[in-house]
């Protein structure tokens, strides 16, 4: 019996230019309800900050995240070392429409 090929998903994704810059952010600020997680991330330059990007997902999926993440750092300081943690800013966060 021949063997088929195993069929592949495969989604293509576009990106705008733009979006391939990719943005920096320096702080961020998780919220959730049941169904969903609210990811800001902003940029932090003191006096003023602004939000970079707004992610929501699914808590399943930010879960998968966390584990990403995780598995990730743990890669990364197998090869360059341990990351050492910052502290928190003790700043006060205050938004502005």
């Known amino acids: 019996m021949a063997h088929e090929p195993q069929k592949t998903n495969q989604i293509n994704i576009k990106i705008k230019d733009d ?3 990719g943005k920096y952010s320096n702080l961020m600020q998780i919220t959730h309800a049941k169904e969903e ?4 991330f902003f940029l ?4 003023e900050g602004i939000m970079v990007s707004r992610v929501l997902v699914s808590p399943g999926h930010a879960k998968r995240i966390m584990a990403a993440l ?5 890669r990364y300081e197998e090869k ?9 800013p003790d700043t006060t966060l205050g ?3």
């Open 19 to 21: 979006d391939l810059k």
């Open 70 to 74: 995780q598995e990730n750092i743990k």
């Open 95 to 97: 938004f502005v429409k």
């Open 37 to 40: 997680f609210v990811m800001d």
């Open 80 to 88: 360059f070392g341990k990351i050492e943690a910052t502290e928190n």
């Open 44 to 47: 932090n330059l003191p006096p």
